[in-house]
């Protein structure tokens, strides 16, 4: 019988039979997916200093201690309801919030569902490795809190799944434990998702830019509708914040110790590699990669899928209630596009451009913490910059992909692509030389790989050399 100590939530799930008998099926399997698909040689005997969710309370919603991984208590909450909550956008706006998924957006609002699911187990699958590699015990907690996260996050869409979509949803619960990120016959359903993440550079570059495509997306089903989905998304962001700090604070470490390597050279950049340091072009090449990547994920730039969720009120822009206009029926949205050969400005209807919004927002987002990062650089007194690349650049899904553009926005021939690609795409040799300088563990507590700098403090206030991770004999 499954119970709440088990399974921490505000659901109600002692008195919801039907729940409990759905979940009595799923968490058995779910834990079968977390021993083999999770973190790699940290499951049996290792205890971490983890955070958990134990209520929704703005002070106090996490628990922390010591903890298994297996043994994490994995817990269904959503935000707190608001009292007579109305649509907030979309030709219903102003209608009752929705309690029940209605027969006419079923459809739609399971696979934004499925969609969003799909994404959270499978960055625990791409990171399984990374524990073996890590440059501190600070560091390798981390990562595990992201993990258990993402599994929690895998429960909120279970959840939903079970609660309001009876049997398709219970078969959708199933096949998000059956698909795998990277495999041949039942890969993630997202690209970005499907690759492996080997290296902690890569590591903290996708809770940088891919995490805050997550935070996109979440902020945007915060607005929707459908009241569980949207108070189920709220909570979600509050730990999303931490694997954005993880990733931001992640880099501006390695960029600090980048600095005090490079100042050791007389600030020439490549040194910075013979001193087992990450140089600055790598470190930009990697940013060119998964910032653009993760530009991907917020869709086509004019999409009547992405139109169609925002009328019937099943998604919203970020922040919905700081625009204005809450139903834009005829309004327009600048983009740039490339016809002809020609860059040129084209008015697309502004619900048709819902992708574009979000996305410009997310890049608002991203340029604040590069603001940071480069404040590090200043701080060192160095001149480089690290920045965005241009949005056109480095595309695989909308309509820039089928052209070829340099960071800086300018359409470049296949052939000139091709001979420069090297210098802006992340190549063998970088991946390489990243594995070289990863290959031995630091298990030793305050003790902190060459090529990263300690973080200014520790979790929950514990000093930074706690034994953030135990092994146990
Ligand atoms: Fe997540
Ligand atoms: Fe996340």
Same mark, same amino acid.
């Given at each position: 019988?499954?119970?709440?100590?088990?399974?921490?939530?505000?659901?109600?799930?002692?008195?919801?039979?039907?729940?409990?008998?759905?979940?009595?099926?799923?968490?058995?399997?779910?834990?079968?997916?977390?021993?083999?698909?999770?973190?790699?040689? *940290?499951?049996?005997?290792?205890?971490?200093?983890?955070?958990?969710?134990?209520?929704?309370?703005?002070?106090?919603?996490?628990?922390?201690?010591?903890?298994?991984?297996?043994?994490?208590?994995?817990?269904?909450?959503?935000?707190?309801?608001?009292?007579?909550?109305?649509?907030?956008?979309?030709?219903?706006?102003?209608?009752?919030?929705?309690?029940?998924?209605?027969?006419?957006?079923?459809?739609?609002?399971?696979?934004?569902?499925?969609?969003?699911?799909?994404?959270?187990?499978?960055?625990?699958?791409?990171?399984?490795?990374?524990?073996?590699?890590?440059?501190?015990?600070?560091?390798?907690?981390?990562?595990?809190?992201?993990?258990?996260?993402?599994?929690?996050?895998?429960?909120?869409? #279970?959840?939903?799944?079970?609660?309001? *979509?009876?049997?398709?949803?219970?078969?959708?619960?199933?096949?998000?434990?059956?698909? $795998?990120?990277?495999?041949?016959?039942?890969?993630?359903?997202?690209?970005?998702?499907?690759?492996?993440?080997?290296?902690? /550079?890569?590591?903290?570059?996708?809770?940088? *830019?891919?995490?805050?495509?997550?935070?996109?997306?979440?902020?945007?089903?915060?607005?929707?509708?459908?009241?569980?989905?949207?108070?189920?998304?709220?909570?979600?962001? $509050?730990?999303?914040?931490?694997?954005?700090?993880?990733?931001?604070?992640?880099?501006?470490?390695?960029?600090?110790?980048?600095?005090?390597?490079?100042?050791?050279?007389?600030?020439?950049?490549?040194?910075?590699?013979?001193?087992?340091?990450?140089?600055?072009?790598?470190?930009?090449?990697?940013?060119?990669?998964?910032?653009? !990547?993760?530009?991907?994920?917020?869709?086509?730039?004019?999409?009547?899928?992405?139109?169609?969720?925002?009328?019937? %009120?099943?998604?919203? !822009?970020?922040?919905?209630?700081?625009?204005?206009?809450?139903?834009?029926? +005829?309004?327009?949205?600048?983009?740039?596009?490339?016809?002809?050969?020609?860059?040129?400005?084209?008015?697309?209807?502004?619900?048709?451009?819902?992708?574009?919004?979000?996305?410009?927002?997310?890049?608002? +987002?991203?340029?604040?913490?590069? +603001?940071?990062?480069?404040?590090?650089?200043?701080?060192?007194?160095?001149?480089?910059?690290?920045?965005?690349?241009?949005?056109?650049?480095?595309?695989?899904? %909308?309509?820039?992909?089928?052209?070829?553009?340099?960071?800086? %926005?300018?359409?470049?021939? #296949?052939?000139?692509?091709?001979?420069?690609?090297?210098?802006? /795409?992340?190549?063998?040799?970088?991946?390489?030389?990243?594995?070289?300088?990863?290959?031995?563990?630091?298990?030793?507590?305050?003790?902190?790989?060459?090529?990263?700098?300690?973080?200014? !403090?520790?979790?929950?206030?514990?000093?930074?050399?706690?034994?953030?991770?135990?092994?146990?004999?």
């Amino acid at each position: 019988m499954i119970s709440s100590e088990q399974i921490p939530n505000n659901v109600d799930l002692a008195s919801n039979k039907r729940l409990q008998r759905a979940l009595e099926h799923w968490q058995p399997r779910y834990l079968d997916w977390w021993r083999e698909m999770g973190p790699q040689d *940290f499951q049996d005997h290792h205890q971490v200093y983890l955070r958990t969710a134990i209520s929704v309370d703005a002070d106090g919603w996490a628990h922390f201690d010591f903890v298994k991984l297996p043994e994490y208590r994995w817990g269904i909450f959503l935000a707190e309801p608001v009292k007579d909550r109305v649509i907030g956008h979309g030709d219903l706006m102003g209608k009752p919030a929705w309690q029940e998924v209605p027969g006419e957006f079923r459809n739609q609002l399971r696979r934004l569902i499925v969609t969003q699911g799909d994404t959270e187990p499978a960055s625990v699958e791409q990171q399984r490795k990374l524990g073996s590699k890590c440059p501190s015990l600070y560091d390798l907690r981390n990562l595990f809190q992201v993990n258990v996260e993402e599994g929690r996050h895998l429960w909120s869409m #279970a959840y939903l799944l079970h609660s309001y *979509f009876g049997r398709d949803g219970r078969d959708e619960a199933e096949d998000l434990l059956a698909r $795998t990120s990277g495999n041949a016959d039942k890969p993630r359903i997202l690209e970005a998702f499907n690759e492996p993440i080997d290296n902690w /550079l890569d590591f903290f570059m996708f809770t940088m *830019f891919t995490d805050r495509d997550g935070k996109s997306q979440l902020m945007s089903l915060s607005e929707s509708a459908l009241d569980p989905l949207a108070r189920t998304t709220r909570f979600m962001l $509050t730990e999303e914040a931490h694997h954005m700090f993880v990733g931001e604070t992640g880099m501006s470490r390695i960029i600090e110790r980048t600095c005090q390597l490079m100042k050791a050279a007389g600030g020439v950049a490549e040194d910075v590699r013979r001193q087992g340091g990450i140089d600055l072009p790598m470190i930009q090449r990697h940013l060119n990669f998964w910032f653009s !990547r993760s530009l991907d994920l917020h869709g086509s730039e004019i999409s009547s899928n992405a139109a169609s969720y925002f009328s019937n %009120g099943l998604k919203g !822009r970020a922040r919905e209630e700081t625009f204005q206009d809450h139903t834009v029926v +005829d309004t327009y949205y600048d983009m740039e596009v490339f016809e002809g050969g020609q860059l040129r400005r084209q008015e697309v209807l502004m619900r048709k451009a819902m992708n574009e919004v979000l996305r410009d927002w997310y890049v608002g +987002d991203c340029q604040a913490g590069l +603001d940071r990062w480069n404040k590090v650089l200043e701080n060192y007194g160095l001149s480089d910059r690290l920045y965005l690349p241009d949005k056109k650049f480095g595309r695989g899904i %909308g309509i820039y992909s089928e052209f070829h553009f340099t960071p800086q %926005g300018e359409s470049i021939s #296949a052939e000139q692509w091709e001979r420069k690609r090297q210098e802006w /795409l992340p190549s063998v040799e970088d991946k390489e030389y990243l594995l070289s300088i990863m290959v031995e563990p630091i298990f030793e507590p305050g003790v902190f790989a060459n090529y990263i700098a300690p973080p200014r !403090r520790g979790i929950n206030r514990l000093p930074v050399n706690h034994e953030y991770v135990r092994t146990e004999a």
